[in-house]
């Protein structure tokens, strides 16, 4: 199975010279520490034992989930949407706020 940006390529098992590897993984393995440390901040690591660093065939970086009960995988959907939901209230009241991209952080 591939999304329409070929992430969800299947993982890489044989590897091919000159794909990026180790780059992709290792941005993934920075992603699933970021997530597992506000998991564990919110008492909800053992929901998510499985939380992993991968790498598909094409070198981009994956982080897996692992297999998760349906009532981790409602409250991870619900942080989300309530953190979201907190980000543009506050862009709304920052009248001379610039827009910003998806995904892009607001760190300096």
Known sequence: MTDRRGVVARRAENLMPGVPYVRGWAQARRSAGALAAQ???LGLEPDFPGLTADVNVSGDGLVRLGTV???AALLLAELIVSGLAAELSMSAEEPEAEPRAVGQS???
């Open 39 to 41: 998991l564990t901040t």
């Open 69 to 71: 009960r349906p009532e």
């Open 106 to 108: 607001t760190a300096a």
